[in-house]
């Protein structure tokens, strides 16, 4: 697509510019360094459940997964928009696909370099003699990688809705937590409920408890089917290159960056 590679290239030397994106790059990479470096010293030395913790087992993984990436497309729209720049990209040559494309590249790419340090850990440990699995790492990477891509999706959907970068970073990291934790929300208070329900109507037997029951079920299954942190783990934690999974996230992330070009045509409009 005309002018992807010029915005991904604009995006890519703001980025490596900017003190406030290698600040955060740093501190993450510093966090990291020092929970793997725990994360050994707990697990008495086993490398594969160490990387395992660094790649998707633990809560710090899924904190810098749902932090991260609104931090970095926070102001790829929202401060352009306040600026005035984005009247600049909406008149020229370059489409409105193209501009949320680049952007979206861009910060996937400096997201995929911070994440891409994990299997570093890897051949530093291998050079010493405890070689890790390597499968579950690579997996566990690209799982990392498409995450990220995802919910820089949702950033820059974020982004290109308002003209705050602050509140764009909010209202990503709380779809972002409101995703993560629906499904644990939804067993959590559906289970109470449907059996609530299914004593106060029917005493827990007969037709209408089994109804209600299987409507928890089918609502539960439902949900399941957008659990984030179930396709992560079934696949790509236990190194297993599952194409299924990987639609699962290239669809989603398609689906935000769809809605982002949309939004963003509409600043035409105004």
């Not at 003190?19 to 594969?48: K, M, R």
């Amino acid at each position: 697509m005309r002018g992807t590679l010029v915005i991904m290239r604009r995006e890519l030397f703001s980025l490596a510019t900017s003190p406030f994106a290698w600040i955060l790059l740093s501190v993450a990479l510093f966090l990291n360094g020092v929970l793997f470096t725990a994360y050994i010293q707990l697990l008495d030395g086993d490398v594969t459940w160490a990387l395992r913790f660094a790649l998707g087992e633990s809560l710090a993984f899924w904190a810098l997964l749902v932090f991260l990436p609104p931090l970095f497309t926070m102001r790829m729209v929202a401060e352009e928009a306040r600026s005035g720049l984005v009247e600049y990209l909406l008149t020229s040559p370059i489409s409105d696909a193209a501009v949320i494309l680049g952007k979206f590249l861009a910060a996937t790419t400096f997201l995929a370099l911070f994440w891409c340090s994990v299997p570093l850990y890897g051949l530093v440990l291998a050079g010493l003699g405890a070689s890790p699995d390597w499968g579950a790492l690579l997996g566990g990477t690209l799982g990392a990688i498409l995450t990220s891509g995802l919910f820089v999706s949702t950033g820059l959907l974020a982004s290109a809705s308002t003209s705050t970068p602050v509140l764009a970073a909010f209202l990503a990291l709380a779809f972002n937590l409101t995703w993560l934790a629906l499904p644990l929300v939804t067993e959590l208070l559906l289970g109470g409920a449907v059996s609530w329900l299914a004593r106060v109507f029917s005493g827990g037997e007969g037709l209408g408890g089994a109804s209600l029951a299987a409507a928890g079920d089918w609502l539960q299954r439902l949900v399941g089917t957008i659990d984030i942190l179930a396709h992560f783990q079934k696949s790509f934690l236990v190194g297993l290159l599952d194409t299924t999974e990987v639609v699962f996230f290239l669809s989603w992330t398609g689906l935000f960056l769809f809605l982002a070009v949309r939004l963003l045509e509409t600043r035409r409009w105004r």
